[in-house]
Structure formats: C-alpha cells, structure tokens
C-alpha cells in the first residue's frame, strides 16, 4: 500500500483544514488507518483511528471533539476534519495503515503497529 497525505496549509487559531490520505497499490478496504502528528524532535503521536471492518473510530483526547476521521473504501481515501483548530495543533501529519489480524477489535495508537506511511503534511495553527 503507497499512502499520499494532502490538505495541510496555514489557518487561524479557530479555523478548519481537511486532510486526505489516499491509498494506491492494493485493497484498501482491509486496512485499518489512522493519523499520527509529529514536532521536530519529537515522537509521533496518535491522533485518531478507523477500522475497515465497521467505520468504528478512536481519537486522542486532546482531538476529541474538534477532529474526525472518516474514510471511503470505494475511493480509496481516508480523510481527517480538523475543526476549531488550536496553535497546539501545529505539527506534521502522517497518514498510516496495517491490515490487522482476522477478528481484532483492537485499535492500534502506536506508531510502530502501522506497516504503511503517507509522507507527511504540514499543519501550521497561527494564534
């Protein structure tokens, strides 16, 4: 699976920015996928998942309320809504995916759990 992360760019503290991941290569329709960000020097951190076998979603705390995930099978895309967007929201975003074992129910928030990785896209929240 070859991942390509789009949508990041400039905004106001309080604004909106959509990201898109989409996927190529392979069936995307069993992968579960998420959203990591990262600040120089820094680890990357979990920001929200969905799983391929139900829609069903997972998100950081700190997100919870502002940002969604959502994906679409029948495009091969999965996409994050950042709203209300904060300056502690500034980072890199990466798109991931893994195809998980037959029957997990788990969601997987760390970086080293997902084989795939979209290149990254720069989110910068001015105040």
């Known amino acids: 699976v070859q991942l390509q992360a789009s949508g990041g760019g400039l905004v106001q503290a309080g604004g909106s920015l959509r990201l898109s991941c989409a996927a190529s290569g392979r069936s995307f329709s069993n992968y579960d996928m998420a959203w990591f960000r990262q600040l120089p020097g820094k680890e990357r951190e979990f920001v929200a998942a969905?799983?391929?076998?139900?829609?069903?979603?997972y998100y950081a705390d700190s997100v919870k309320g502002r940002l969604t995930i959502s994906r679409d099978n029948a495009k091969n895309t999965a996409c994050l809504q950042m709203n209300s967007l904060k300056p502690e929201d500034t980072a890199v975003y990466y798109c991931?995916?893994?195809?998980?074992?037959?029957?997990?129910?788990?969601?997987?928030?760390?970086?080293?759990?997902?084989?795939?990785w979209g290149q990254g896209t720069q989110v910068t929240v001015s105040s």
């Open positions: 969905i799983k391929w076998s139900d829609g069903s979603t």
């Open positions: 991931a995916a893994v195809r998980p074992p037959y029957g997990s129910r788990r969601f997987r928030v760390n970086s080293h759990e997902y084989d795939y």
